[in-house]
C-alpha cells in the first residue's frame, strides 16, 4: 500500500526537520531555547487551507477567492518562521549558526507538510472520514 | 556506463504543471512572501532600534496604513468596479470604484510618505540609517505585494 509508505517517509522528514531544530536549540554552543516558539508557526501553518477546504463549496471551479485568501495566509506563516530566527539572529539572541540550523529545519518540515498536502489531500475526495 | 545520458530528456517531463489553472495560486504566494518580507523588515529594525531618539515610534504609522490600503483594494473584486457581477452590493458599482479610488490613494500616500520618511527623517539629520530604509522596503514590499494579490489573479476562474 502506497500510503503506508507515503506516510512513513514523511514522517521520518518530520522527525529530522525537529532534530534540526531541537540542534539549534540544544548544541553546546547555542543553548537558546528562543527558536522553538517555530513550533507555533509549524501548528498553525495548514489551518488557513484546512479552513478554506472546508468552507468552499468543492464545484468545479478551479479557484476560488477564499482558497486564495488561505493560501496568501499560509505563505504569511511560512514567511515567519523565516523571519523569526534571522531577526532573533540579527539581534544577537543567537548565534547565526543557530539560525542556519532552524533555517534547515523549517525547509524541511514545510516540504513534509507540503508531502502530506499532496499525497494525502490531492483528490478531490479527500474528507475528515479517511482518517 | 555508457549511454547513461540517454534518459534525459529536455522538454518533455512528466511535471507539466498547467500554469493557466496555477496562476491564482502562484500570485497568492507571492503575494503573501512580499507582504509578510515587509513586515518582518520593519519588525527587525524595530528590534534592532527601540530607541525612540534613533526611530521613532511614529514611523510605524506609514506601514499601518498601507496594510490597510492593501486590505482596501483587495477586498473589491475587478467585476465589482467593472460592473458585471452579479449582485450589486449595498453601494453599487459608484461605491466600489471610490472605494477603490481610496485605497489606492493610501497606497500611494504611504509609500510617498515613506520616500519622505527616509530621507527628511534619517538621512538629512544624519542618523543610522538603517530604519529608514527598512520602513521605505517594509511600504515598498506590501505596495508591491498589493498589486500582485489584486492584478497578479484572474477572476476567470471563480467561475
Request: contains cysteine; glycine residues 0%.
Given at each position: 500500500m502506497a500510503g503506508i509508505k507515503a506516510l512513513v517517509g514523511l514522517s521520518f522528514s518530520g522527525a529530522i526537520g525537529l532534530t534540526f531544530l531541537l540542534l539549534s536549540c540544544a548544541l553546546e554552543d547555542y543553548q537558546k531555547y528562543w527558536p522553538l516558539f517555530v513550533l507555533i508557526f509549524y501548528v498553525l501553518s495548514p489551518i488557513p487551507i484546512f479552513i478554506a477546504r472546508r468552507v468552499s463549496?468543492?464545484?468545479?471551479?478551479?479557484?476560488s477567492a477564499c482558497r486564495e485568501l488561505a493560501y496568501f495566509l499560509t505563505t504569511g506563516i511560512v514567511v515567519s518562521a523565516f523571519g523569526l530566527p534571522i531577526v532573533l539572529a540579527h539581534t544577537t539572541i543567537i548565534k547565526w549558526g543557530a539560525c542556519g540550523l532552524v533555517l534547515t529545519g523549517n525547509a524541511v518540515i514545510f516540504l513534509t507538510i507540503l508531502g502530506f498536502f499532496i499525497v494525502f489531500g490531492g483528490g478531490d475526495d479527500f474528507s475528515w472520514e479517511q482518517w | 556506463m555508457s549511454g547513461f545520458l540517454d534518459g534525459i530528456r529536455c522538454g518533455?517531463?512528466?511535471?507539466?504543471?498547467?500554469w493557466g489553472e496555477r496562476r491564482n495560486t502562484i500570485a497568492s504566494v507571492a503575494a503573501g512572501v512580499l507582504f509578510f518580507t515587509g513586515w518582518w523588515i520593519i519588525i527587525d529594525a524595530a528590534v534592532k532600534y527601540p530607541d525612540e531618539g534613533q526611530f521613532?515610534?511614529?514611523?510605524h504609522t506609514c506601514g499601518v496604513i498601507a496594510t490597510l490600503a492593501f486590505l482596501m483594494i483587495n477586498a473589491v473584486s475587478n467585476g465589482q468596479v467593472r460592473g458585471d457581477s452579479y449582485s450589486e452590493g449595498c453601494l453599487g458599482q459608484t461605491g466600489a470604484r471610490v472605494w477603490l479610488f481610496i485605497g489606492f490613494m493610501l497606497a500611494f500616500g504611504s509609500l510617498i510618505a515613506s520616500m519622505w520618511i527616509l530621507f527628511g527623517g534619517f538621512v538629512v539629520p544624519k542618523k543610522p540609517v538603517y530604519p529608514g530604509i527598512a520602513i521605505f522596503f517594509q511600504n515598498a514590499f506590501i505596495f508591491f505585494g498589493g498589486l500582485v494579490f489584486k492584478f497578479g489573479r484572474t477572476e476567470d476562474l471563480w467561475q
Open positions: 463549496d468543492d464545484t468545479d471551479a478551479s479557484s | 518533455d517531463c512528466e511535471c507539466n504543471v498547467d521613532h515610534h511614529a514611523y
